[in-house]
């Protein structure tokens, strides 16, 4: 990486940064966009070449984040199935946001409570859908437009969801992906 995409890279780690602080500090709601720029002593213009929504500066990894979904898929070991290595990414993405450091807390705390940062990450990650979709055929050997393949990889994105809310979120994800073994194993 050159000078040039380093100070940019520095430039946008340091408006997330500053917005994720403020967020947690005030609120979401309560935080505008001149703020977090001159929090992070950037023009408002300059955030919004790197950011072009308000919610876009809490959710920086979407990229990231597709790439390890789409390598659980190819990186499952032998013999496990789609679904299970779904379920299983699922379960340690879950774990991660549970897992006891107070920032990351702070942070589903936050994603959680504010209406437009959850629909956001739900849309965000729904986003992955066509990407994972043409992952599973190539793996099953399926055409990239199979139906099957779109419907599974819609449902296990949309199967964290189910968890929200519930006593024990790792059951309710495990179950939502026995329904997701279950018929997939019944199509291939």
């Not at 072009?52 to 990229?63: I, N, R, T, Y």
């Not at 599973?136 to 199967?159: Q, V």
Request: hydrophobic content about 45%.
């Amino acid at each position: 990486m050159g000078r040039r995409e380093r100070k940019k890279a520095a430039t946008r780690q340091a408006i997330a940064d500053a917005a994720l602080r403020l967020f947690l500090e005030r609120g979401y709601d309560d935080v505008g966009i001149r703020e977090i720029a001159d929090a992070a002593d950037v023009s408002t213009t300059t955030l919004f070449k790197h950011f072009p929504v308000k919610e876009a500066l809490v959710f920086d990894e979407d990229s990231a984040q597709e790439a390890r979904l789409l390598a659980a898929v190819r990186e499952r070991p032998q013999g496990q199935s789609i679904p299970a290595a779904l379920r299983e990414h699922a379960l340690r993405h879950r774990m991660a946001a549970a897992g006891g450091d107070a920032r990351f807390t702070a942070f589903f705390g936050l994603v959680n409570s504010t209406p437009a940062l959850r629909d956001y990450v739900q849309n965000m990650w729904l986003r992955h859908t066509s990407a994972l979709a043409r992952v599973i055929a190539e793996d099953s050997g399926l055409p990239a437009n199979d139906p099957a393949c779109a419907a599974l990889a819609h449902f296990a994105l949309e199967a964290p969801r189910t968890a929200r809310g519930s006593e024990d979120p790792r059951q309710a994800i495990t179950r939502a992906f026995e329904l997701l073994e279950n018929g997939w194993e019944a199509l291939t």
